[in-house]
């Protein structure tokens, strides 16, 4: 994760990646919960290690898809 961290993605991709990842944890785990989407955002104390590694891993795979596949949603005409 460490060559991760100095990552940039510019706010666009970050907000198309933010649907793809609440679509995928919505997906694979039933739940609209909100408070359990955030409480995937922890970080064990003294690290840059996410306490939810699934939720890391739909994150990171929702970057890869929006830099893939583009947005889930296409512009409005």
Do not use: H
């Not at 064990?44 to 739909?58: C, I, L, Q, R, V």
Request: net charge negative.
């Amino acid at each position: 994760m460490s060559n991760e961290k100095d990552e940039l993605i510019s706010k666009k991709v970050g907000y198309e990646a933010m649907l793809y990842c609440l679509k995928a944890y919505w997906e694979n785990s039933g739940s609209n919960d909100l408070t359990d989407v955030l409480s995937g955002g922890e970080y064990w104390k003294g690290t840059d290690e996410p306490a939810d590694s699934a939720f890391w891993e739909y994150w990171t795979e929702a970057i890869d898809k929006v830099r893939k596949d583009g947005p889930m949603f296409k512009e409005l005409k």
